[in-house]
């Protein structure tokens, strides 16, 4: 165990620039730019109280990945930890996500000492509907083509004078 305000002996133990000193925030922003310039490598730091946190822009899927974690006992494949080192486990990592940005990423992998996220795709930006007939953009009308305004207006006059045609 280490004591309240000591520092963790991962911490101590990683290279100089490998132990993240400054704030979450910044981390953040550091890991992002420091994972693009990457290229498909894992860029990593150590934090004073031994988690590790790591990022890589997956070279495939253009999306980046999160791996958080520390190494504590019991060792990587053995069963799972009690309850209590369960939530503990769970509210690191609730916290990690949501000052890393990773909130709506998708949690991948998870043994209560380290997981993988893998940042969500985004949404393919819908196109506007265009109006049937004349390809302006159109709003959702009561008619079974979407229509712009200019020709719904028109189909409308059209359908009347059929109307009192008849
Ligand atoms: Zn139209």
Not at 84 to 99: D, I, M, P
């Amino acid at each position: 165990m280490t004591e309240r305000g000591a520092t963790h002996p991962h911490f101590a133990a990683a290279a100089p620039e490998r132990r993240w000193t400054k704030s979450l925030g910044e981390l953040k922003s550091t890991l992002r730019q420091e994972a693009f310039a990457a290229r498909g490598r894992w860029v990593w730091y150590v934090l004073p109280h031994g988690a590790f946190v790591a990022m890589r822009v997956n070279p495939e899927t253009m999306r980046k990945e999160l791996r958080i974690g520390r190494r504590t006992h019991p060792p990587l494949g053995a069963p799972p930890v009690d309850e209590q080192a369960r939530a503990k486990w769970a509210l690191e990592l609730k916290t990690f996500r949501s000052y890393l940005g990773a909130e709506s990423w998708r949690l991948v992998e998870d043994n209560y000492q380290s997981a993988v996220l893998v940042e969500a795709a985004r949404p393919e930006p819908q196109a506007p509907p265009s109006c049937a007939r004349c390809g302006r953009p159109a709003e959702a009308g009561p008619y079974k083509e979407q229509l712009c305004n200019a020709c719904a207006l028109e189909l409308g006059r059209a359908e009347s004078s059929a109307r009192s045609g008849t």
